[in-house]
């Protein structure tokens, strides 16, 4: 009986982490060269550990997802052209990505058949600013992110963020001090003095509002961090 309950307790704990799990989200659209939408081209999205793939509608749209945030390379093929490659996309926690159109070319043996270009991140997100991101690259540059507290990070990415008097938790837009939600791999924490080495952070994204009901009731703001897995770390020192 003990032993049920126990099994039992662990699947509720494991679907929880999974609903609360937060995750992003590749749309683009697909034309050939000239102009007009691909239906039915494949799009793989790869981060190194995992794989995931679809095929573009008759608007020539595709929609990658759910993808964990990170770095992602896109390939795109379509019978009678050119793979297009789109390296480095960047996929933030509950953001959706946009990519440009992507045009192919009709097949050529000059090119060897496949066009590689590199993802550049927009200066403003369609989500407005109630969110902010930060990827593990820009964490190398960030003075506050020395020692891994992530209440430092987070003062430092928004304006909208203050430090209480006190010194013991944070105010998002004139919130109550302390109202600030943690989620750390989809799993809450309400601990303003959690800390975790900034070299084993994925993304940190940051609500200041318009939060979405999945994180529950709160006046002030959510903090959703991810954190690189072991795997991840493994395959990127293997392509370096």
Same mark, same amino acid.
Do not use: W
């Given at each position: 009986?003990?032993?049920?309950?126990?099994?039992?307790?662990l699947a509720v704990l494991f679907v929880t982490c999974i609903k609360a799990q937060s995750f992003g989200e590749i749309r683009g659209k697909v034309r050939d060269d000239r102009k007009e939408l691909i239906y039915g081209a494949l799009v793989v999205a790869d981060n190194g550990v995992e794989q995931t793939a679809v095929n573009t509608g008759d608007d020539g749209v595709y929609r990658l997802k759910p993808l964990k945030p990170g770095k992602y390379n896109v390939r795109i093929t379509s019978f009678g052209m050119d793979t297009l490659i789109i390296e480095s996309v960047e996929v933030n926690a509950d953001k959706i *990505?946009?990519?440009?159109?992507?045009?192919?070319? %009709?097949?050529?043996?000059?090119?060897?058949g496949v066009e590689v270009i590199t993802y550049t991140r927009p200066l403003l997100? +369609?989500?407005?600013?109630?969110?902010?991101? #930060?990827?593990?690259?820009?964490?190398?540059?960030? /003075? /506050?992110?020395?020692?891994?507290?992530?209440?430092?990070?987070?003062?430092?990415? !928004?304006?909208?963020?203050? %430090?209480?008097?006190? &010194?013991? &938790?944070?105010?998002v837009r004139g919130s109550r001090e302390g109202g600030v939600l943690y989620f750390i791999d989809g799993v809450k924490v309400?601990? !303003?003095? #959690?800390?975790? %080495?900034?070299?084993?952070? /994925? /993304?940190?994204? #940051?609500?200041?509002?318009?939060?979405?009901? +999945?994180? &529950?009731? *709160?006046? &002030?703001?959510? #903090?959703?961090v991810e954190t690189k897995s072991y795997l991840e770390e493994y395959y990127k020192k293997l392509n370096q």
């Open positions: 009986m003990n032993r049920q309950i126990f099994c039992t307790s *990505t946009m990519m440009k159109e992507a045009n192919m070319s %009709p097949q050529s043996y000059m090119t060897g997100y +369609k989500d407005g600013d109630h969110i902010q991101t #930060v990827t593990a690259e820009e964490l190398k540059n960030m /003075s /506050s992110a020395n020692g891994g507290n992530l209440a430092k990070i987070v003062e430092s990415m !928004s304006s909208d963020i203050k %430090p209480s008097r006190d &010194g013991g &938790g944070m105010s309400r601990d !303003s003095d #959690v800390a975790i %080495p900034s070299s084993g952070i /994925s /993304s940190v994204s #940051v609500y200041t509002s318009g939060i979405p009901a +999945k994180y &529950g009731d *709160t006046t &002030g703001g959510v #903090v959703i």
